[in-house]
């Protein structure tokens, strides 16, 4: 491969970072040299390999498999035996599904003319260049760069187990790699990947040991939402629950893990086929040398301005290596953008707003956010107003049998601007998108009660919250002495 000795832009990461932040720069500069560096030398990164594509791939396969037998509940009698699942086939699909996703997305890499992939692995030699072992040739080229981004991302953070199994224990990356179907799984952690993959392999008929070291789940989410998720986990027949346990060793002997852990004062041992730990996440920055380029870092990621400039002012960073930053691929693609326009600019013109974030979390119930909670927003000083919409009562939830969940809205009281949204029911990541661009677009209640949602929606619950909300700040207003109609209507209504 000819590789020339100085670049305009160098990327290294072809993940949800890298890669859009390399397309975006090569159509705005059509005369710039690009190069991106990834160590698998493809696009896509965990989130496509070994994270949140493969998982809704399962996903997809477990549900359609939990639907038919429970069609029943439909009015729908199968006079057929129970459905077979062709685990087989459920791999091949998901191979399938990747390649596509990659291919499609070198092909439009390479459209642009202007960007060279290579296979390799980069570390700063100083300010301005970078050392490439090429990871197929083992070669060494250097590389000088005028500006560079960083888009590394992460992977499971494993805590200092005991005991000689630890290096035979899936994480993410393994079990998507491998794709077995072990008759009984360990999974360590009570964050969202550990209850999202727990989930959805119980659909497809693993055996679950889901062991936390808390009394709850999804400690980083509102108790109230990852209540109903619990409730969930604690029905399914699949999933034996183990919580406020504190795993301390993992062996492996004779074709089975024992994992031990101390729980209310009592050492206990579990045993299964097969562990995975999904116990947090660290910053791939190891190999780097980001000291060499005069950027600050520590284990937990590297420091970055609200322009997502470095203390090196040549190199920027987007995704999960970003110190104390939101680890989503969505999010990571918008931080892309943000230093593509930048770059572009030649100058920090455009900042990163994190208040309008948003996620999914595919467990279930569905849970949903956009933009900052109840408890953030008082401690950024906002005078708030909550409301809650009941799932119970609503038309579509009824017909789809799951009518249950909540949503909830974080209101600024002085100008009723939604602050943030959070919804917890079945299918909720299909109303997603309308909850993250009402935060984008900054609406408030007086503009969402006059929105015409189609009928019968789940997306109807925004319009139906909203009036319930401004039902709520009427009443309130007219049992006040100063309440003048006129000016009442001109501000709220």
């Known amino acids: 491969m000819n590789l020339d000795n100085k670049y305009d832009l160098l990327v290294i990461g072809g993940g949800p970072a890298g890669t859009p932040v390399a397309m975006e720069y090569a159509s705005l500069y059509s005369n710039k040299k690009i190069l991106l560096v990834d160590k698998l030398g493809k696009l896509g990164g965990e989130c496509l390999f070994e994270g949140c594509i493969p998982s809704k791939i399962l996903l997809k396969s477990g549900d359609e498999y939990l639907n038919r037998n429970e ?7 199968n006079p057929n035996e129970k459905p077979k699942l062709i685990w087989e086939d459920v791999v091949r699909r998901k191979v399938n599904i990747l390649e596509k996703r990659s291919n499609a997305a070198l092909d439009n890499l390479n459209s642009l003319g202007n960007i060279t992939l290579i296979k390799g692995i980069a570390n700063f030699i100083d300010e301005n260049s970078v050392s490439i072992e090429l990871v197929e040739t083992n070669e060494e080229k250097i590389i000088a760069f005028k500006k560079a981004v960083i888009g590394t991302g992460s992977r499971t953070f494993i805590p200092p187990f005991k005991g000689n199994g630890l290096d035979k224990v899936w994480t993410n990356n393994e079990f998507f790699r491998d794709l077995e179907h072990p008759k009984t799984l360990t999974i360590i952690g009570d964050g969202p990947i550990a209850i999202e993959l727990s989930q959805i392999l119980a659909k497809l008929d693993f055996k679950i040991n889901l062991i936390g070291n808390i009394s709850s789940i999804l400690p980083m989410i509102d108790k109230e939402f990852s209540k109903l998720v619990l409730e969930k986990i604690k029905e399914n027949e699949n999933i034996n629950l183990i919580l406020e346990a504190d795993v301390s060793e993992i062996n492996f002997n004779n074709n089975l893990f024992d994992v031990i852990y101390s729980q209310y004062g009592e050492v206990k041992t579990i045993n299964s086929e097969k562990v995975l730990i999904a116990t947090g996440r660290t910053p791939n920055i190891e190999e780097l040398s980001l000291d060499k380029a005069n950027i600050k870092f520590d284990r937990k990621g590297i420091i970055v301005d609200n322009y997502l400039q470095t203390t090196n002012k040549n190199i920027y960073e987007a ?34 707003n994190y208040d309008k974030n948003s996620w999914v979390l595919f467990s279930e119930p569905n849970i949903v956010s956009a933009g900052i909670s109840e408890e953030k927003a008082i401690e950024k000083g906002y005078d708030v107003i909550t409301g809650l919409y009941d799932f119970s009562i609503d038309a579509r939830s009824q017909i789809e049998n799951a009518d249950f969940g909540f949503m909830k809205f974080v209101v600024n009281k002085k100008n009723l601007e939604i602050l943030g949204i959070t919804i917890a029911t079945p299918n909720a990541q299909s109303i997603s998108g309308e909850a993250a661009l009402l935060i984008s677009k900054r609406v408030t209640l007086k503009k969402l009660v006059s929105v015409i949602h189609p009928h019968p929606t789940l997306s109807e619950s925004f319009t139906f919250l909203a009036k319930k909300m401004m039902g709520k700040i009427i009443q309130e207003k007219m049992k006040s002495p100063m309440f003048k109609i006129g000016f009442f209507v001109k501000k709220y209504l």
Request: aromatic share 14%; net charge positive.
């Open 319 to 352: 995704g999960d290596v970003i110190l104390n930053g939101p680890q989503f691929a969505h999010t990571a693609a918008y931080e892309a953008h943000i230093m593509a326009q930048n770059l572009f600019f030649g100058r920090n013109k455009f900042k990163v």
């Open 71 to 77: 069609a029943i509940d439909f009015g729908i009698k």
